[in-house]
């Protein structure tokens, strides 16, 4: 499996986590540095955001999705409209965000 297919993975489960509605654990899931810019009205606004517009799989073009950086292992995840979706870093056994996606 390539590193961003497992970035993707990390990818997933963020996404199960809006889904389950857990503002505590999502917040695990953002890098340190976006984690004190989200509050929980950010969050309930992502639930509103993907619930209208889900995030999925299909929306990733793999093939555009790169390493960008090794130190940490850092990845941009591409939309197929040639937009990026996110830029996930390896934090131990964890992929987090180091953008916010939903506005």
């Known amino acids: 499996m390539s590193v961003i297919e497992r ?3 990390g990818l997933e489960q963020m996404i199960r986590v809006v889904e389950m509605r857990d503002y505590i654990e999502f917040l695990s899931y953002l890098s340190l540095r ?3 810019k989200v509050d929980e009205q950010y969050f309930q606004d992502a ?3 993907h619930s209208k517009h889900p995030l999925s799989r299909e929306m ?3 093939n555009a999705s ?3 950086r090794e130190d940490p292992l ?3 995840l591409m939309m197929k409209n040639g937009r ?3 830029t996930l870093i390896k934090d131990g056994e964890k992929w987090v965000a180091d953008n916010i996606f939903w506005k």
Do not use: H, P, S
Request: aromatic fraction near 0%; avoid cysteine.
């Open 7 to 9: 970035a993707l993975i």
């Open 34 to 36: 976006i984690r004190e």
């Open 47 to 49: 639930i509103r955001q």
């Open 60 to 62: 990733i073009d793999i």
């Open 66 to 68: 790169k390493v960008i």
């Open 74 to 76: 850092t990845v941009k």
């Open 84 to 86: 990026t979706l996110v």
